[in-house]
């Protein structure tokens, strides 16, 4: 079973693959929506390919309000 | 009419397959351009059923298949007229998007969606009028209609209903949340899933196989077993117009237009 601190590591590394941002430039408590430019959409996107990755399903009114890795990482690993 | 090319979709005729492409920005949002002309394609189908087996119906914007209604559309155009002109106004609409609906329903050719992103709300209805969806897992479905004070009013529930198990249909609706493709596909709203990007490459393979098939036997075995259900139509188009006509559901509407939250598609 993973930690909370490996689930946060993937988040984080899934999240700069899939905004193509370089490896490391991010970190769990940056606000993701501020450090990547996102939108709400495109935080669907990464919702999808965070549930893929980790074979679970995350209701997105448990994301509502949540807005750096760490606390997402949170999220997930009750999930896991 | 074999081909089209209008400002929120075209469609091109080919060897019995016809594709129609969804393509206003940003994300096919509904709204009088993209019903105009789903209207005139609908009117177009007479000419060429006889030689279609299959329709793919697709999406060329990058968001995904259709986010849903134009709610900015919608709250500008409610604003602007006075209440009884909006409420008839509204009406009309969505009695234009059954006609839409049920037309593409009830198509004498297997009809297919081949999604990927959002399909969220009228988006969701339009993928429903469909015979098979075809998803790519990275595609999200959603009825996220309740959070404006409203149901999905483009025939969205009694299809639901009608393919699927009550019990995941009252959680879609009920908490407004979306879903990814594979849960989508484990209650069977969604029949075939493909790789990120491949729902249409999928689509057009199954396009393939359908045309093999005897048209009659395609056309009767179709209407057999997807029947369309008119009266819960007609009930939910009732009920669609009596919850917009309160003044709770212009108040969510300019609070979503307005918002400035990062998150508005959340519920």
Known sequence: MRTLDQTTQEVVDLASKHFNVPAGSLAPSDDFFKKLGINSLQALELLSRLENHFGIELPDYEVQGVSDFRTLAERIQSRL | ?267
């Open chain 2, 1 to 267: 009419m074999k081909s089209f090319s209008g400002k929120a979709l075209h469609w091109e005729w080919r060897d019995g397959v016809v594709e129609v492409t969804l393509d206003r920005e940003p994300a096919n949002e509904i709204g009088t351009v993209l019903l105009g002309e789903l209207e005139q394609f609908v009117a177009a189908i007479k000419s060429f059923e006889a030689e279609t087996a299959a329709c793919i119906m697709h999406s060329g914007q990058k968001r995904g298949f259709s986010a849903g209604a134009d709610l900015r559309e919608l709250y500008r155009g409610a604003i602007a007229l006075p209440e009884k002109e909006r409420n008839a106004g509204v009406r009309d609409f969505v009695v234009r998007c059954h006609a839409v609906a049920n037309a593409i329903d009830a198509a004498p050719f297997v009809t297919i969606a081949a999604v990927h992103g959002v399909c969220f709300g009228g988006g969701l209805e339009l993928a429903l009028t469909c015979d098979i969806i075809v998803a790519d897992k990275m595609a999200r479905f959603a009825f996220p209609e309740l959070r404006l004070g409203l149901i999905p009013g483009f025939g969205g529930i009694p299809r639901l209903k009608r393919d699927l198990g009550n019990a995941f249909v009252r959680d879609l609706l009920l908490t407004g949340r979306s879903v990814n493709a594979a849960r989508a596909q484990s209650v069977g709203l969604v029949a075939q899933l493909a790789g990120e990007g491949e729902a249409l490459k999928v689509a057009r393979a199954t396009a393939a196989q359908v045309t093999k098939f005897d048209a009659i036997a395609r056309a009767a075995a179709k209407k057999f077993m997807k029947p369309i259900p008119y009266a819960e139509l007609k009930q939910e188009i009732e009920l669609f117009c009596e919850l917009f006509a309160r003044p709770a559901v212009l108040a969510a509407l300019k609070k979503f237009v307005e918002s400035t939250n990062a998150m508005p598609y959340l519920p």
